[in-house]
């Protein structure tokens, strides 16, 4: 089987040609090593980075900026959005503070991006 992936390691972007044949990988249209790598981590298990906004009560902004300690299956990407979705914390937050931890069974927490002060009434 062959799927086609972009490469994002680098700005080149590269069009990677990714095929698997009894769990032998042959990669075509990368231009460095790493683009071979990239190629079959995405075609068996491809992960991501989880960057978004948490709501927040008492900050000095509405929403606050949160981020996985480590890249995420994609398939679980969208449920552990709507779990951030629908949570709602109070201020003060400092970063890094532990937001959700092993969100979804990923055996990944999501942290506090920026810190987020009380707002003075
Ligand atoms: S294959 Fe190499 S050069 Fe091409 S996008 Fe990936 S990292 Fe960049």
């Known amino acids: 089987m062959t799927s086609e992936f972009i490469c994002i390691v680098c700005p080149n972007s590269c069009r990677l040609m990714v095929a698997e044949n009894g769990g032998k990988f042959t990669v075509a249209g990368n231009e460095c090593p790493r683009g071979e790598k990239h190629g079959i981590h995405e075609y068996q298990n491809p992960t991501r980075m989880l960057t978004t906004t948490v709501a927040i009560a008492g ?27 629908k949570m709602k914390l109070s201020a003060p937050v400092h970063c890094g503070d532990i937001i959700v931890k092993n969100i979804c069974d990923t055996g990944v927490d999501v942290v506090a991006s920026r810190s987020m002060k009380r707002k003075e009434e």
């Open 59 to 85: 900050g000095t902004l509405p929403r606050l900026p949160v981020i996985s300690a480590e890249e995420i299956p994609k398939i679980r990407i969208k449920r552990c959005l709507e779990v951030l979705y």
